[in-house]
């Protein structure tokens, strides 16, 4: 999953010795192109904490103890270290967003759906028997079902 080269990358570096006053950190708004930001839930959700490194070579946080998620949510004030339970990057989210432009310039979705639909009707064509059959069952056990409640109900 390219997000966990990511957090090799940038969680993980250890570029020096960096204490948390010198390590290149941003709390809150857009993430440059090297950053990663930890999240206290899973999905992208609650408090979060942005790692950005500067490119300088000497800024990195090689340990994340002696953090703490900052802005407001759930887990705000708690530690990042062992905590998070999701992250992102701004370069897997320009890589979702090429993603999404090259399927709506293909009309991929269209696509699929047509060659799926298509798939599905000649399957249904195939199997038209069989699958009244199985309507018939299906109608009975509605029926018992029906029968079995009329029953309790006097």
Known sequence: MIIWAHVTALA???LG???PASAAIDVGGNCPEMC???FYNTGYQGSRFVISYNGS???GIPNLAGYNF???GA???QPVKNNAASA??????RVAR???ACKDEVDLVDRWYEAESKMQKEMIRENVKELGRLKEFHEGVVEKARSLLIEARN
Do not use: C, H, I, R
């Open 12 to 14: 993980g570096m250890n």
């Open 17 to 19: 010795t960096a204490s």
């Open 36 to 38: 990663l930001t930890f």
């Open 57 to 59: 070579g000497t800024n």
């Open 70 to 72: 900052v802005t407001s």
């Open 75 to 77: 887990g705000q004030g």
């Open 88 to 93: 992102s990057s701004a370069y897997e989210k």
């Open 98 to 100: 090429n993603d999404v």
